[in-house]
């Protein structure tokens, strides 16, 4: 059974940096396309960054330059590096591993930026 695991979400303050985690169990990690997608309340989900198995990013607009995915196949893990934090970035976080047809989902681990 695949799992995705997200961690490091927490309350902080704007311009703090935070460093969230994706650790997939039960799945070929290396051969996916993994992303991080954000749904704020009252929002739609939407993605915020994707990484291909070849190591190829994308980007949201309102992130690019602040926010960096990267992932780490030895330890099945993809990470979401995310600088200089703004009000409206806070939001539930989800770890996806798309596979064309099926697509997996992490629980989502919450981002509250706020002063």
């Known amino acids: 059974q695949v799992q995705l695991v997200e961690s490091g979400g927490g309350l902080v303050q704007p311009g703090v940096s935070l460093r969230l985690s994706c650790s997939a169990s039960?799945?070929?990690?290396?051969?996916?396309?993994m992303g991080w997608y954000r749904q704020a309340p009252g929002k739609q989900r939407e993605l915020v960054a994707r990484?291909?198995?070849?190591?190829?990013?994308t980007y949201a607009d309102s992130v690019k330059g602040r926010f960096t995915i990267s992932r780490d196949n030895a330890k099945n893990t993809v990470y979401l590096q995310m600088n200089s934090l703004k009000p409206e970035d806070t939001a539930v976080y989800y770890c996806?591993?798309?596979?064309?047809?099926?697509?997996?989902w992490g629980q989502g681990t919450q981002v509250i930026v706020s002063s």
């Open positions: 990484i291909t198995s070849g190591g190829s990013t």
């Open positions: 996806n591993q798309d596979r064309g047809r099926y697509e997996y």
């Open positions: 039960g799945t070929i990690f290396s051969i996916y396309i």
